[in-house]
């Protein structure tokens, strides 16, 4: 049964400093991995997809990783913003389904 | 498009009423999705659908919980008798094929 670990469960940064969230899971037979951002109140918004595939992606301030073998990923947060303050969560989708696994998620806050 | 809608956003009940919830997905989107989110069992998968048909109810915690789509445009969860212990918020998402999953609002539900 896959399960998704993420460390640490909340970190609180001043602004400016560069971050690094940890996600593992356990079954390596994945599909895809997934990171969301879910702010309070509100819906999970999709950051990044990395394929099996692949071993990185980035999108503007953001780089995630993906070690398959190794059943890691790691998001990078390069500069960090008051903005930033959400939790963050990881998501595998493992091979011969749709079911995305999530983890329970890191909240971060960025603190002026 | 405007995205997943779901509705209604918020809903208190009392224990033994049923209880609807609906989603709207993407346009053009084959997957459908619903998740429950709760303080203890983070983010989980109920049920999902490929082109209007249920793949995966598994997740589906009991009898009381059902699932429809009886078209592309449109799906429901239903509660019948609901139960204080199903107060969480219900997710609904939707993707095209193995792709990311982009997720609504969300409608948080309160049971007395």
């Known amino acids: 049964k896959q399960e998704v670990t993420q460390i640490p469960a909340a970190l609180s940064v001043p602004e400016g400093e560069n971050l690094v969230l940890n996600c593992s899971f356990t079954d390596s037979a994945i599909y895809n991995l997934q990171w969301f951002r879910q702010d309070p109140g509100k819906g999970l918004t999709s950051l990044l997809l990395i394929q099996s595939s692949q071993r990185e992606q980035t999108s503007g301030r953001l780089n995630a990783s993906l070690d398959k073998s190794s059943g890691r990923s790691t998001l990078y947060i390069a500069a960090s913003q008051p903005g930033d303050s959400a939790t963050y969560l990881c998501?595998?989708?493992?091979?011969?389904?749709?079911?995305?696994?999530f983890g329970a998620g890191t909240r971060l806050a960025v603190h002026p | 498009d405007a995205g997943v809608i779901q509705s209604p956003r918020h809903e208190v009940t009392e224990m033994g009423q049923e209880v609807t919830l609906r989603c709207k997905p993407i346009s053009g989107h084959d997957y459908l999705f619903w998740y429950r989110q709760t303080m203890m069992r983070g983010l989980e998968l109920l049920i999902y659908f490929n082109n209007n048909v249920p793949i995966d109810d598994s997740g589906m915690p009991e009898d009381r919980f059902s699932a429809k789509m009886p078209n592309a445009s449109f799906s429901t969860l239903k509660i019948q008798p609901s139960e204080p212990r199903d107060s969480a918020v219900y997710f609904c998402?939707?993707?095209?094929?193995?792709?990311?999953?982009?997720f609504g609002a969300g409608t948080r539900l309160s049971v007395l």
């Open positions: 998501a595998v989708l493992s091979g011969g389904y749709n079911k995305l696994i």
């Open positions: 998402a939707s993707s095209f094929a193995q792709a990311i999953q982009y």
